[in-house]
Each structure stands twice: as structure tokens, then as C-alpha cells.
RNA sequence: GGAGAGAUGGCAGAGUGGUCGAAUGCGGUGGUCUUGAAAACCAUUGUACAGCAAUGUACCGGGGGUUCGAAUCCCUCUCUCUCCGCCA
């Protein structure tokens, strides 16, 4: 959510820095102001009337005290007209913030100014590219053929137990998920980033304060006897661990790191964007989430993908950054990279992180704060990105590393697993 | 699931209708003393909105009600704890 002040001051520099998402909110804004003076103006209104009935009240105590009963009845129908009005003005006052916070809510945050304008994901700039793009044997398979062949993964009987997008990982098909996300988790700890178990249902205030809801609603699976969210992904316990937070100047640099699994009903994709791996609805993800000060947070940013791209050289898979457009960021970021790795049977780039700076997008929901020098508080910046998502990051290795008779484990991940190849 | 107790400032913990934004203790910050530190003593110490400011208003789990006036009384929701039952 952005800042109301913020939209007063800065209005034109706003408008200009959504255009890079395509929308045009002028009159959202000026609604939005409209809005916001009605609410100051029936704020101070109500702040007089109160004001005035606090002092009739306090008159009154102090007539009963003294025991001049007739001058407190006087005093009695002076309240009556006040109270009235108090009592209209709060009930416009409330209606007026609401109105106010629902407005709030449908403006994205600003993007940052060095995301490129563009309307689809055609218009990501790629910053980078690296590794080499295997070129496999004749008769290489596409990643759901091999953890067939190999009986790594089972898609039909995660039909079965739960439904599509639900696959059942099987032997050194499960080995190899428990070797990533313990080898991931290393990494970053060893990075400074706290290791954290979080829930993996989160209540409707931490999906508000990471901005899930009320945008996304229909991603998240709902409990609904109990009005609980499952997660679609660490960055909503972890995050939500600051909100109505005011941390210590001193506390900074704030780094989490968490393994859960992500749940998400991904309504409406079809096709061969979801076959085998590509698209789940339960998938593994290791996360990393930071907490800054304001003039820090791109410095972290950097960090942040310099941190996964050392992981995914060290994975040995060719991969390139991606920078996203205005179009294609997610409503709550600034600025965001996309970190895909080449898929050799699929042909195709697979993203497997997103690494975001919200600025203080979420931490205004959130009332994450900080002290800062002059003791004001103020909104914290917040970032996160994954480190990384495990399926397509298999999807990837078992089809990249693929030769006629199995596939090979990345050295860095034999420690972990315990096998260097897979052929039975 | 059954029975009971409770939710107050960073923490602990008073406060059962009036000057209570809230005693007291601990913690934090600043200072005095000291070669330095500790101790002791003094002062200070919540958040938000409006306002240049003075200041005003709101907040004692959330929402609603009674009253001139609510942390305090009533209703309701949520959560926590204890005991019993069940159970990884």
C-alpha cells in the first residue's frame, strides 16, 4: 500500500512511474484525495465536538463533587446535541477511512526507475546469460519421461492421493529434493541469513500484510472452518514475523531463510505450461527474505541476486537474469528479477526465483518500522527472493544432465545426495 | 471435545465509574558522582491522526452498547492459559 502522504506530495511523479504498468489512475488518484481531505475534515470536525464534551464531562464531575446537582443537570442537556453530532461524525469518519483504505489497496506500487516499460513478459530485458546450453543424445526426454524411467516421481499416483499437480517423489527422486533443500538452506545460512521453520497457515492479517490479500484471494487454498490461508510461499510467515514491528536501527541487516512447501490453486493454467514439473500445486521452496533500511534495500537487492546466481553456477545449469517490465512485476514489487534456468529436452527458460524489493510497499502494511537517527519512525524497506524453488530446478538438472544410460548429480550436490548418478 | 481463568505500556504487574495515557518494579535513554566501571541518585522514556506551533483527539485484545463521563458496567467475537479427555 502506498502512503497517502506520499501520493499528496508526490502525485505527478507517481502517476508518471505507473505508466510503466500501463495504468492510468489520475482519477483514482484525485478520488483518492478527494477522499483523503474528507477525511481530515471530518477528522478535526469529530476531534472538536469530542473535545468539547470531554470538558462538559469533566465540568459535571466536578459539580457532583462539590455538590451543585442543579448545575450538573444544566450542564447534562449542553451533551445532548454534541453527542449526536460525535456520533454521525464517526460513523461517517469510519466509513470515509474505509472507503479510503479500499482505494488504497487498488494501486500497485510504484516501479523503480530503471524498470523497463512493457506490457507482457516478451518485454523483460535480459541483463545477463551464462553457463552453456547443453546438447543432448538423440533420444533425450523431457524430465516427466526420465522420473518416469527412473522412477523418480510419480504424477499418477499424486492424482490419485490428491490430484493433478500434486506429485508423489519416490527414492533418489526424494533424496534428491531432501540433498536440494538441505544444500540450499547451507547456502544460505552460511550467507548470514537466519535459518527459520515457519507455519504453513498463515491468518488473514499476514496475508494482508504481504499483500495476498486482498489482490490475490484466489491463489491461496482456504481453510475455511477455521479462516486460514495456506501459504503460497515463506514469504508470508516469515515477513509477517515484523508485523506492527518497530526494529532497532542496530538490528540491521535482517536475513531469513526458510524451507516450506508452497501451495497454490493456480486457477486457469493449462497445457504444457503444467505438465510434469513446470506448474505444481504443492512444490518445495527455500526462501530468503531481508529487512532494511530504505537507502540499503538496492544495495541488497544486488546482494540478494548475486547471492542465487552463485548458487545456481555452482548447480552447473545454464541460466540468465531477467529484468522485469512494468507489465509483467507483481503488484506489490518495485523492481524485480527473474532468475530462469535453460531446460535442454523442454527447450525453454524456466524461472525458478523471483527476487523483489517491495520498498515499503508491504512494510506500510505491514507497520514494519524503524528508529532512525532522529528517533522517527520509519517504514522499513523488504525484499525477497527464492533460494530457490525446487522443481523446476530438477526439471532442469534431470533433463540437462541426461546421457544414454542416466543422469548425473552436479558435484556439489553429491555430499548431499550420496549418489553421483541416477540410472536405476 | 468438557470445565474454569484471563487479555493493561518494551517486560512484569496495580487499577471495579470521574483529573487514568494509566501506580509501582524491571528494562531503555540522558545526566550527577568516579581515573574507569559498578552501585547509588536525578531526569526522561508508547503509537497514530490533525496542526507551523501551542495543543487537540484516539488507543488498556477486536467490535458494539449503557452513561454527562468507561481500562473499570453490559453484549459479542477472537485469542491465551490451567485442569480433564483425546492424541503425534
Given at each position: ?5 506520499y ?24 478520488k ?17 465536538f ?29 451533551t ?7 456520533k ?11 472507503e479510503?483504505t ?10 523503480h526507475?530503471?524498470v ?8 523483460n530485458?535480459t541483463?545477463?546469460e551464462?553457463?552453456n ?7 533425450a526426454l523431457?524430465h ?5 524411467k527412473y ?10 492421493i ?9 527414492g ?19 550467507a548470514?541469513?537466519q535459518e ?12 494482508f ?40 536501527s542496530?538490528d ?18 493449462y ?5 510434469g ?54 503488484f ?21 526465483s523471483?527476487?523483489?524489493n517491495?520498498e ?16 522517527k ?11 530457490l ?6 526439471a ?7 546421457d544414454?544410460?542416466?543422469i ?17
Amino acid at each position: 500500500m502506498l502512503q497517502i502522504n506520499y501520493i499528496r506530495e508526490h502525485k505527478a511523479e507517481a502517476l508518471e512511474r505507473l505508466k510503466k504498468r500501463n495504468i492510468e489512475v489520475d482519477k483514482l488518484f484525485n478520488k483518492i484525495i478527494d477522499k483523503d481531505d474528507l477525511r481530515k475534515d471530518t477528522q478535526s470536525k469529530l476531534d472538536n465536538f469530542l473535545s468539547q464534551s470531554n470538558q462538559i464531562a469533566k465540568e459535571i464531575g466536578q459539580y457532583f463533587k462539590n455538590g451543585e446537582k442543579e448545575k450538573a443537570e444544566e450542564a447534562k442537556i449542553k451533551t445532548v446535541e454534541l453527542k449526536q453530532n460525535s456520533k454521525s461524525l464517526t460513523e461517517l469518519l469510519n466509513k470515509v477511512s474505509d472507503e479510503l483504505t479500499d482505494l488504497l489497496t487498488q494501486i500497485p506500487n510504484l516501479p523503480h526507475e530503471s524498470v523497463p516499460s512493457g506490457n507482457s513478459a516478451n518485454d523483460n530485458k535480459t541483463v545477463s546469460e551464462e553457463g552453456n546450453i547443453p546438447k543432448l543424445h538423440e533420444n533425450a526426454l523431457p524430465h516427466w519421461e526420465l522420473a518416469q524411467k527412473y522412477d523418480l516421481i510419480d504424477f499418477e499416483l499424486g492424482n490419485k492421493i490428491s490430484g493433478a499437480g500434486f506429485p508423489v517423489y519416490k527414492g533418489k527422486g526424494a533424496k534428491l529434493q531432501r540433498a536440494l533443500i538441505n544444500y540450499f538452506l547451507d547456502k544460505n545460512t552460511s550467507a548470514g541469513y537466519q535459518e527459520i521453520q515457519p507455519p504453513h497457515l498463515v491468518n488473514e492479517a499476514s496475508g494482508f500484510g504481504t499483500g495476498q490479500l486482498p489482490d490475490k484471494e484466489g491463489q491461496m487454498y482456504h481453510v475455511t472452518a477455521d479462516n486460514l490461508y495456506l501459504i503460497p510461499t515463506a514469504e508470508v510467515p516469515v515477513t509477517n514475523m515484523f508485523r506492527d514491528v518497530i526494529v532497532k536501527s542496530e538490528d540491521f541487516p535482517i536475513k531469513y531463510t526458510a524451507y516450506t512447501p508452497c501451495f497454490r490453486r493456480e486457477a486457469g493454467s493449462y497445457g504444457k505450461d503444467v505438465r510434469g514439473l513446470n506448474r505444481l500445486h504443492q512444490f518445495d521452496k527455500v526462501e530468503i527474505v531481508q529487512i532494511q533500511k530504505p537507502e540499503q534495500s538496492y544495495q541488497t537487492l544486488d546482494n540478494m541476486v548475486e547471492h542465487v546466481t552463485q548458487i545456481l553456477r555452482e548447480l552447473e545449469l545454464p541460466f540468465r537474469i531477467l529484468k522485469l517490465c512494468g507489465g509483467d512485476m507483481s503488484f506489490t514489487s518495485a523492481l524485480t528479477y527473474d532468475m530462469e534456468v535453460y531446460s535442454a529436452a523442454q527447450e525453454r527458460w524456466l524461472e525458478v526465483s523471483s527476487i523483489s524489493n517491495f520498498e515499503s510497499y508491504q512494510a506500510n502494511r505491514l507497520k514494519l518500522r524503524y528508529k532512525d537517527e532522529n528517533k522517527k519512525n520509519v517504514l522499513c524497506h523488504t525484499l525477497n527472493g527464492s533460494a530457490l524453488a525446487l522443481p523446476r530446478i530438477v526439471a532442469s538438472l534431470l533433463e540437462n544432465n541426461q546421457d544414454e544410460k542416466g543422469i548425473r548429480i552436479p558435484k556439489v550436490l553429491v555430499p548431499y545426495t550420496g549418489f553421483k548418478y541416477i540410472n536405476s
